[in-house]
């Protein structure tokens, strides 16, 4: 049975609207507290980002888990890796994260981990599902439960953090690039703690600008940044700061990628966990010293699930989302901020130099929105194209078409040795599925 509210990263969609209307909330908060008093700990720990929605909400679900006696304890602006990392070490029988991660503020989320700091799997989100239609179906009038911030969590999670760094940052000029959002107090914070002198950007956030021309998703300002500020580093997050996106003092902007090759090569694993959407170059660098890489489906709860299978302690995505298994069970943007500046201070090398032998692929990404989805399969012309592109480029590209599991978009993705037919290709590709679901 197919989830109706949860997609690939929780419940998500515009905040005030179905599914994040507040009856809905209140039934998702009632059903949550439900399942959390079946545990030891009567407990939830819960964090936001800072969009404007975000209180309103965790005031709803915190008064929907009282229904059941379970308490809400508050973290307020705090990271998405951060919610996961005190539901694992502190006395909770869950955390629950509100964010919308890189969207627009307009958008939120509700993602729930359980009291190992893993998401929820997606069998126990469809049978949480069933509890929120009853409760719904029971006409409950909304209830809002105020709650106060406690500060401990926040310096919980920096300790932890900076517990993790071995060398010190003293004389490292960095700029960092917060994307109004959940890092922009913890961000500074952390690296100026380390010794770094921080230049701190897209750092003021007020409900609206999270995420607006900034952050991991708008890498460019951070560039020009990083060149005007004669930095060594640069380092952008997005909303939720459970991405990185890292520039060299040269301008070059490394991606989820790029971490991950950086990581791979002083880790030394088997094998590298990542997505369909890594580029082909990754797979080939990492061959290349006898690393393999074990693609999974797009989302940072496959490629731990798949980490946990294997046994392996890296893997992550291209857009940023990086997963060390010893020190996370989630993407945690900081975390692999300090993961490449330490292997970068230890080797005494610059970004340049640790992924100077890594070849880009030409990668084209379109999105293209819709209005009534069918399968794939179901779409003849989208296949034709879909086939005379593989035929085309043949062991020397890949094309990757899939619906997002937070949006209504249809994801279309080619790479191959030459930008212009890569993005003529992409091109036919999106215009058939346009056509096809307008």
Not at 361 to 379: A, I, S, T
Not at 400 to 416: I, Y
Not at 427 to 435: D, G, K, M, N, T
Request: glycine share 10%; net charge negative.
């Amino acid at each position: 049975m197919s989830r109706k509210l949860f997609g690939t990263d929780g419940i998500r969609g515009v905040a005030g609207e179905y599914p994040l209307d507040s009856a809905t909330v209140y039934a998702f908060g009632a059903a949550l507290g439900e399942w959390v008093a079946h545990h030891a700990s009567q407990r939830i720990v819960v964090g936001m980002d800072t969009r404007e929605s975000g209180p309103s909400l965790a005031a709803t679900v915190a008064a929907g888990c009282r229904l059941s006696g379970v308490e809400c304890c508050f973290a307020g602006v705090t990271t998405t890796p951060g919610v996961a990392h005190l539901a694992r070490t502190g006395e909770f029988a869950a955390g629950l994260m509100i964010s919308a991660s890189h969207n627009p503020y307009q958008d939120n989320g509700l993602k729930v981990f359980d009291h190992t700091g893993f998401k929820l799997p997606d069998e126990e989100e469809r049978q949480l599902e069933v509890r929120i239609f009853d409760y719904l179906s029971r006409g409950l009038q909304p209830q809002s439960e105020p709650l106060t911030v406690d500060p401990a969590f926040d310096r919980q999670y920096l300790d932890h953090l900076a517990s993790t760094f071995r060398p010190r940052l003293d004389g490292v000029r960095l700029v960092l690039d917060c994307a109004n959002g959940a890092a922009f107090e913890i961000g500074p914070q952390l690296f100026r703690r380390l010794g770094a002198d921080v230049v701190a950007t897209a750092c003021a956030p007020d409900g609206r600008n999270i995420n607006l021309h900034c952050g991991a998703l708008h890498v460019e300002s951070l560039r020009a940044k990083v060149l005007e500020e004669k930095a060594h580093f640069g380092a952008a997050f997005d909303g939720d700061a459970d991405r990185c996106m890292m520039v060299s003092g040269s301008g070059k902007i490394l991606d989820g990628d790029h971490c991950m090759l950086i990581a791979a090569r002083q880790l030394r694993p088997a094998k590298v966990v990542a997505t369909v959407m890594s580029n082909l170059g990754l797979e080939r660098a990492l061959a290349g010293d006898g690393i393999g890489l074990t693609r999974a489906a797009v989302g940072d709860r496959y490629v731990i699930e798949e980490m946990l299978r294997s046994e392996l302690p890296l893997g992550g995505e291209q857009s940023g989302h990086v997963i060390f298994r010893d020190y996370s069970t989630t993407g945690d943007g900081l975390l692999t901020a300090l993961r490449i500046l330490e292997v970068a201070i230890e080797s005494g090398r610059t970004l340049d130099d640790l992924t100077q032998d890594f070849k880009i692929y030409p990668q084209k990404l379109v999105n293209v929105r819709f209005k009534n989805k069918r399968p794939l399969d179901e779409l003849p012309s989208v296949q034709a194209e879909i086939r005379a592109t593989e035929a085309e480029f043949g062991d020397a590209g890949r094309v990757l078409v899939r619906f997002s599991g937070t949006e209504p978009l249809a994801r279309v993705m080619v790479e191959g040795p030459a930008l212009d037919r890569v993005e003529a290709r992409a091109a036919s590709i999106a215009e058939a599925i346009r056509a096809a679901l307008s």
